[in-house]
């Protein structure tokens, strides 16, 4: 079963990117914020894929509600990898974004993850240097679509 879990900033604008990743996925793990969140769930509604989301718990916890929530999405991947599920994580971070879904760090880098199959894709937004390029944006640099 393919899993899809996505991640990114709040004022991500472009769906096609991430109608991409959600292609031919079986389930997702979602946040629950504007942006990139907001678009995974309509294409999941739209699609009818299963998505699990993940709400962040500010008036709870405050300023570690957001890395609180990122801890669960990336347990819930980490149990589904155990099950044998195929566990993917794409980023959309906007230039300059500080995500930390434990696949993504300072500057948009991307770091392995051991709850995801396969290594984090990090998806520039279109306008970016690797955009314009027609690369996709990987731990070192653009790689060329």
């Known amino acids: 079963m393919r899993t899809i879990v996505i991640t990114g900033s709040r004022g991500w ?13 079986d389930y997702a793990i979602l946040g629950c914020a504007r942006g990139v969140d907001a678009i995974a769930r309509a294409v999941c509604d739209a699609w009818d894929i299963p998505a699990e989301v993940h709400r962040a718990r500010w008036h709870e916890l405050g300023k570690l509600a957001g890395p609180e929530r990122n801890g669960r999405m990336v347990r819930a991947a980490a149990e589904l990898k155990t099950r044998g599920f195929d566990v993917q994580c794409y980023a959309f971070p906007l230039p300059g974004s500080v995500g930390r879904l434990c696949s993504t760090t300072r500057g948009g880098r991307v770091q392995r993850s051991s709850a995801f199959t396969r290594p984090t894709t990090t998806v520039p937004h279109p306008g970016t240097q690797c955009a314009r390029a027609g690369a996709i944006s990987m731990r070192h640099g653009c790689i060329k679509l």
């Open 13 to 25: 604008t472009e769906p096609e990117p991430i109608r991409s990743a959600l292609r031919g996925a």
